[in-house]
C-alpha cells in the first residue's frame, strides 16, 4: 500500500511531499498574543509564495482546533501557490482557549479530532493531516494527558500522526511515556517539536533512541536557542544514527517572525555547510514523508 499525506485538497503520496517546512503557521490567533494574529490571507499567500520561490514544496501547519486555523482558506491559498498545505487538529495548552469552550469540548475530543480528520473542519471538507498537542514546561499537566489520550484514540482510529509542542523544549520524555507506553502509539507515530529550544543533547539522544521524530523549528528568535546551537545539535545527532529522524521547520507564531522563507534561504545554506547537501536533504524531504504519512488504524469505529 501506497503512504499518503492527508494535505487540504486531499491525499497525495507522500513521495510528492517534496521541500517540506515541516512545522510552520499560516494562522493563527490566541489570548495569549494580543494584536499579533496571524489572520491576513494575503500575507499568508505571500509568504507561501515566497516560500515556494526559494524550493519549497510543502507546510504543515500545526495550527489546531479553536486557534483560527482558517480551513476555508487553506484549500485555495494550498491551489494559487501550488504548495501543498498540511492542516492539523488537535488542540493547545488550556491558556490558549476560553474556559467555556474546553468544558463545552472535554468530553468528545476524541472523537472531534477523528471528525476532523477523515470528515471535514467545521462546515467544510477540508481534513485535517496530523493531531498536534501540547505539553507543559517539564510536565504533563491534567489538560495535557486530557489531550494526549485523546489524540492517542484518534490516531488509533486513523493513523495520523500526532505531533507534540514542548513547552520550551521540555517533558519530551514524560510526554512519551504518556503516548507510547501506557496509550499504545509507536514512537515513529509521533513528531516532537521545540527540542531546539532545550538544547540538552543527552536527551535529545533519549528521545531520539526511543523512534520518534524530532523537530527542530522556530529559527532566527534570539531569546531561544535556536539558530546558533542548531548545526551542532544535528550534526549531533546524525552522526549518533538518528538522522533520519529530524525534521525542520519555521514556525511562523506572530507576523514579524521570518519563518517559512527564511528555513530555506538562510538556514539551509548554513545547515549544508556543516552537514552536508545530502543529510540536509533528508531533514527537508525523505523524513518529512514519513514523518506525515497516514498508516493503517490499530481500531475500527
Known sequence: MVAVVRTVLGDIPAGELGVCDAHDHLFLRSPVLPGQELDDPVTAAERLRAFGGFGGRSVVQWTPYGMGRRADLLAELSRSAGTHVVAATGLHQAVHYPAALLDRIRSTLASLFVSELTAGIGSTTVRAGLIKVAGAFHTVDAHA????????????????PIAVHLELGTAALDVLDLLCGTLGVPPHRVILGHLGR??????????????????????????????????EELAALAGAGFGGQLLLGGDTTVPET????????????????VLGAEAVEDMLVANPARAFAFEAPTRVG
Not at 494527558?145 to 495520523?160: F, Q, Y
Open 145 to 160: 494527558r486530557l489531550t494526549m489520550t485523546a489524540a492517542a484514540e484518534a490516531h488509533h482510529r486513523t493513523g495520523a
Open 198 to 231: 532545550s538544547p540538552d543533547g543527552a536527551a535529545h539522544r533519549e528521545v531520539a533512541r526511543a523512534g520518534a521524530f524530532l523537530a527542530f523549528d522556530g529559527p532566527s528568535r534570539a531569546h531561544h536557542a535556536t539558530d546558533w546551537r542548531l548545526p
Open 258 to 273: 521570518p519563518g517559512m522563507p527564511y528555513l530555506l534561504r538562510r538556514l539551509r545554506p548554513r545547515l549544508t555547510e
